[in-house]
């Protein structure tokens, strides 16, 4: 059975993107047949995978997860519309495939809003080729809107990257219930994976308080591994590469840690 994991928060630069690309590395690494479904309008995890002119020609001659969602109007002359087949870029790391976003999804919810099952567009997009993959992952946007509720729809877990300042731990708890919400009304059961510290800064008191609240608060939820910040990943994403592909050995070793207790929540 395929597993389906989305990376979700309220909050925009908690370093989402390089959990979801470089777990998605680690999984292509450990010979998992493993799908990236980049569903953020910003693009990163598509531009950590493939540059943007690359990009740029795919999305013209194949499409995006935008034509998936049926926000693009690119259906061929004869009708055909662009399919998971079309749209899916191959080995963007070594057994990694990337579905990439688009810039049109920032104004998905006006877009779509009115059609019927909106928040199962992705799942019936990908029927066909999800049981190609053992793993997918999914990058999403920093709310609930539809690319997020589409992931939700079609995932079996999903994790929340946070990074240790008392902003980004706001909200955490009402994103739980609101996931837990939507599950419940889709009659799905997405479990939460874990709650995963990352883009860790220098150590300081307050850093180490708003830590020990966090593991306080949600003790049993938050992965033992931790993500610092580094210039490694950053590098890494201006090369289209994944981090496993850099000279920075502790930075291998943190997603490694992550990405392995990520795989046992998951079941593998």
């Not at 194949?62 to 009708?79: F, K, Q």
């Not at 990058?139 to 079609?154: E, H, K, S, V, W």
């Not at 510290?197 to 049993?220: E, N």
């Amino acid at each position: 059975m395929t597993v389906v994991v989305s990376c979700v928060n309220l909050k925009g630069g908690v370093g989402k993107t390089a959990l979801a690309v470089n777990f998605a590395a680690y999984c292509g690494k450990q010979g998992y047949s493993t799908l990236l479904v980049d569903l953020d309008p910003q693009t990163n995890s598509t531009f950590s995978c493939i540059s943007p002119e690359a990009w740029g020609k795919h999305r013209a001659e194949n499409g995006t997860v935008a034509d998936l969602l049926g926000v693009r109007n690119t259906d061929h002359a004869e009708g055909n519309s662009k399919t998971a087949e079309d749209v899916i870029i191959e080995d963007v790391f070594p057994g990694v495939d990337l579905v990439p976003s688009d810039l049109n999804l920032f104004t998905i919810d006006l877009d779509i809003g009115a059609r019927t099952a909106r928040e199962k567009l992705l799942h019936k997009a990908l029927k066909d080729v999800i049981d190609d993959y053992d793993v997918v992952v999914c990058d999403c946007p920093p709310n609930l809107t539809l690319p997020t509720q589409n992931a939700l729809a079609i995932s079996t877990h999903y994790v929340v990257p946070v990074s240790p300042d008392f902003l980004s731990s706001l909200g955490i708890a009402l994103l739980i219930r609101r996931v837990k919400k939507f599950g419940d009304d889709m009659e799905l059961d997405i479990k939460n994976a874990g709650i995963v510290l990352s883009r860790v800064g220098r150590q300081s008191a307050f850093r180490d308080q708003t830590t020990a609240d966090l593991r306080k608060q949600f003790a049993g939820k938050m992965f033992k591994a931790e993500i610092k910040e580094r210039s490694a990943v950053t590098e890494a994403t201006a090369k289209n590469k994944s981090i496993y592909d850099m000279n920075d050995n502790e930075a291998k070793k943190e997603f490694s840690a992550f990405s392995v207790e990520l795989l046992k929540q998951l079941g593998l």
